[in-house]
């Protein structure tokens, strides 16, 4: 039988305090923050109020064979992460925005190399400018953080740490367990 891990409420909050806290102690501070769809708009909505910073969502869904994101196309995203101005020109300082993107749990990482790989290949692909985009511009916020994840950069903000290749465990937050469907 797999080991269940839930999280009530009060300990979301205090997860998100903590990730502000961070985010602070690091003297940062995003223009925006994104939540994934769907376990990270929570989390993203709550960091928001507690900041006052704007909240904008992006939907990724790599399970139950979907192939990326649906909807509204985000490479606005990607050229406020990068600076990318109107298509001919790559500009620096004001128009690199800073954002915080926020999920539950860095699980097996696709999710997070995903969006990597799909703003980088839609804004400038080939320059270098990308490799200091991760980390400075753009950072990871999640709630839990798997250790055994391959996410190809660094998680900057997060609370709870497991390792699912040592134990197998199912995390159980307060928005999926709701009662009997």
């Known amino acids: 039988m797999i080991k269940k891990h839930y999280y009530s409420w009060a300990d979301v909050e205090r997860m998100c305090v903590s990730i502000v806290n961070q985010m602070y102690a690091d003297n940062w501070r995003p223009d925006y923050i994104v939540g994934i769809t769907r376990g990270g708009n929570v989390p993203a909505t709550i960091i928001s109020n507690m900041t006052g910073i704007r909240c904008e969502s992006f939907k990724v869904s790599l399970r139950d064979g979907e192939s990326?994101?649906?909807?509204?196309?985000?490479?606005?995203?990607?050229?406020?992460?990068?600076g990318y101005s109107d298509g001919t020109k790559v500009t620096a300082g004001p128009l690199e925005k800073k954002i915080l993107i926020v999920d539950d749990i860095n699980d097996t990482g696709a999710t997070f190399n995903w969006i990597i790989q799909d703003w980088q290949a839609s804004c400038l692909p080939?320059?270098?400018?990308?490799?200091r985009v991760w980390g400075n511009n753009v950072k990871f916020a999640t709630l839990t953080d798997n250790l055994a994840s391959e996410f190809n950069s660094t998680i900057s903000y997060s609370c709870h740490d497991v390792n699912k290749a040592e134990e197998d465990v199912w995390l159980v937050y307060p928005w999926e367990h709701v009662g009997e469907y």
């Open 68 to 82: 990326g994101k649906t909807g509204d196309s985000m490479l606005w995203m990607a050229e406020d992460a990068f």
């Open 126 to 131: 080939d320059d270098p400018k990308w490799n």
